[in-house]
């Protein structure tokens, strides 16, 4: 399974920014999906998951009620809906997919993505 990831950039202190990941290589959509991120010089930190169906998430508490997980199983799809950014949400975007169908918020995925820059400024 290999996975791209794409939507960071910069953007100001309470704006909004969309990152997705789209899945190649396996043709059953029951797994779970995940995103992590990692500020520099910092440990990487859970920040959604979504199981394969999308009907159960679970958010980090330092992004609950502003960022979205979503899933489209046709296409292999997640996104994760960020906004009322803040400059402590900066950090590289990391999806992944874990062979299970649970939403899951410990690291043990089986496939990652390469990771994308989310910058916000103050």
């Known amino acids: 399974v290999q996975l791209q990831a794409s939507g960071g950039g910069l953007v100001q202190a309470g704006g909004s920014l969309g990152l997705s990941c789209a899945a190649s290589?396996?043709?059953?959509?029951?797994?779970?999906w995940g995103w992590f991120r990692q500020a520099p010089g910092r440990e990487q930190e859970f920040v959604a998951t979504i199981n394969w169906s999308g009907s159960s998430t679970i958010y980090a508490d330092s992004v609950k009620g502003r960022f979205t997980i979503s899933r489209d199983n046709a296409n292999n799809t997640v996104w994760l809906q960020m906004s009322d950014l803040k400059p402590e949400d900066t950090a590289v975007y990391y999806c992944?997919?874990?062979?299970?169908?649970?939403?899951?918020?410990?690291?043990?995925?089986?496939?990652w993505g390469q990771g994308t820059l989310v910058t916000v400024s103050s």
């Open positions: 992944a997919v874990r062979l299970n169908t649970g939403a899951y918020l410990g690291t043990e995925y089986d496939y």
């Open positions: 290589g396996r043709t059953s959509s029951r797994y779970t």
